[in-house]
């Protein structure tokens, strides 16, 4: 069985603040991806990576950033949070190749006070 | 850039068969047609996916029309564990596909 896990479920921080949610799955997965979720909104893919060291943007990237210095953990960042940054956030983890099934960790909701 | 339709929500009874529509009439030749569902408060799921072929897995079964343009997913029995949130998306299967999640179908299983 895939494992995708996250850092925290909740997370609570103020303005300004340099924030790191980390993510790290188990199965030697190539892609990894971060979204975030709002009501109204679904999943908005933020960042992905396809390989170690290797990041592409997705949908919504500003004000984020990402670091993955090992294949098995993928780290999104927020240089400086801001209070439209309190969202839940989803890491999910992908073998690559012909079959696109992602496996999803249990998300981090943030609040950004 | 919508490139699926699904209603808002459906319910359905406990121990009956859930259909749940999906819309996807601009999906190309080589694009997938995958459904994952959320509960509440988790990560989203894989439920099961196809090209033109009906497929079925412990899970779920999944009719896709022979014109590509619609799809089904019918849980056989649902029970109550089975209230999520389901998506419908359409992809092109490959390395670095990415998935575009849509508000998906909110399918409220009543006892």
């Known amino acids: 069985d895939v494992k995708v896990t996250q850092s925290s479920r909740y997370l609570v921080k103020r303005t300004g603040e340099k924030v790191f949610l980390e993510c790290v799955q188990d199965m030697d997965h190539e892609n990894m991806f971060w979204y975030r979720q709002d009501p109204g909104l679904g999943l908005r893919l933020i960042y992905f990576?396809?390989?170690?060291?290797?990041?592409e943007k997705g949908d919504i990237p500003e004000g984020y950033s990402v670091s993955r210095e090992k294949k098995e953990r993928f780290s999104l960042i927020l240089e400086s949070a801001s209070t439209n940054q309190t969202s839940m956030y989803l890491c999910?983890?992908?073998?690559?190749?012909?079959?696109?099934?992602?496996?999803f960790g249990p998300g981090t909701r943030l609040t950004v006070l | 850039d919508a490139k699926t339709t699904q209603p808002p929500s459906m319910d359905c009874a406990e121990g009956r068969a859930a259909n749940l529509p999906c819309n996807h009439s601009t999906i190309s030749g080589n694009e997938y047609v995958y459904w994952y569902r959320q509960i509440h408060s988790q990560g989203p799921q894989y439920i099961i996916h196809?090209?033109?072929n009906n497929e079925t897995n412990e899970m779920a079964s999944l009719i896709i029309t022979e014109d590509r343009k619609s799809s089904t997913l019918i849980l056989p029995h649902a029970t109550l564990r089975d209230t999520a949130v389901y998506y419908c998306?359409?992809?092109?299967?490959?390395?670095?596909?990415?998935?575009?999640f849509g508000k998906g179908i909110t399918l409220s299983v009543r006892p």
């Open positions: 999910a983890s992908e073998r690559g190749g012909t079959t696109d099934t992602q496996y």
């Open positions: 998306i359409v992809t092109l299967a490959g390395a670095n596909s990415k998935l575009t």
């Open positions: 196809g090209l033109k």
């Open positions: 990576s396809y390989d170690v060291k290797m990041k």
